[in-house]
């Protein structure tokens, strides 16, 4: 167990109590996982003891019947779910465990994007003005992940805050290698200044983040056109995802589980439906879902 800080107030006790007791549900989870590992994947907890925040990770349980019995005696304040594991983690550190595999996950977050955004009200701040920074990104790595690399189980989650989480859970990404989830990354978010990617994938950028549909329409030739494109490319560049790297390399990471709660906000963490239409406000709260 971790200590991590002093409590100054999270989610009252009792309103987890009631959530987990009549709420919590792992249909989300199922719906992205495949069932039949979930007896060797690791999940940690956040938990309150003594008004003090306690981060507990290397667990794992038999059947999900055991993992809902855990959290309605525990009440933990966040939940969150890594790796598979052989044997499966039974307190054991997971690094004398077998790694037997982890989905391929992005991670967006708002606040990447503070120095671009232009609503002025606080890194905190989320709306439907700055939003769209982590919509378009979020858009752009879907169609990059199908097109580019030929996945088709992607699932993209509110992380409960003010970000987004991709889950890639086709079969071949399970035993990707960190330097190969490392190479996913560099494709779909390359760093330094010179851009070397092929006319497609800048089209693309540049219909997502641009709003240029086709460049074929444009006569590239005229300086006038020429000095407009720059124009809008540099500010495309800015707007290219910001992925948090280490969350997609780190097979060993853990994620804020799909139907826990998030402990800052109290939202559901939760599928997302249709990425273009989604806005965090449509997310509801515990508070909510236990009135």
Known sequence: MFLRSEWSGLIPSEVLEKFYRNIFSLAQLFRIIDPNTFSHREFG?????????????????????????????????????????????????????????????????????????TCGKGKEHVCPKCWPLVR???????????????????????????GLHAWIT????????????????????????????????????????????????????????????????????KKLPRIDRQVTIDINRLLRMPGSIHPATGRLVTIIKDLQTFYVDEVPTIYELVS
């Open 136 to 162: 378009d990104a979020a858009i752009f790595i879907d169609e990059t992940l199908r097109e580019d690399f030929g996945f088709q189980k992607i699932t993209w989650v509110f992380s409960g805050r003010r």
């Open 45 to 117: 907890f956040l938990l309150i003891r003594d008004n003090k925040e306690i981060f507990t990770r290397n667990k794992s349980f038999d059947v999900p019947e055991h993992l809902l019995q855990y959290v309605r005696a525990e009440i933990p304040q966040g939940i969150m779910i890594g790796g598979i594991y052989d044997p499966p983690p039974r307190g054991k550190s997971i690094t004398q465990l077998k790694w037997l595999g982890h989905e391929l996950i992005f991670d967006l977050d708002l606040t990447d994007y503070d120095d671009i955004r």
């Open 170 to 237: 086709d079969p071949e990404v399970m035993a990707l290698s960190e330097d190969a989830r490392d190479a996913v990354v560099e494709w779909i978010s390359p760093q330094g200044e010179k851009l070397l990617r092929p006319f497609y994938w800048q089209e693309r950028a540049l219909r997502i983040f641009g709003g240029i549909e086709s460049l074929d329409r444009i006569n590239i030739t005229n300086i006038i056109a020429k000095k407009k494109i720059a124009e809008i490319w540099e500010n495309v560049r």
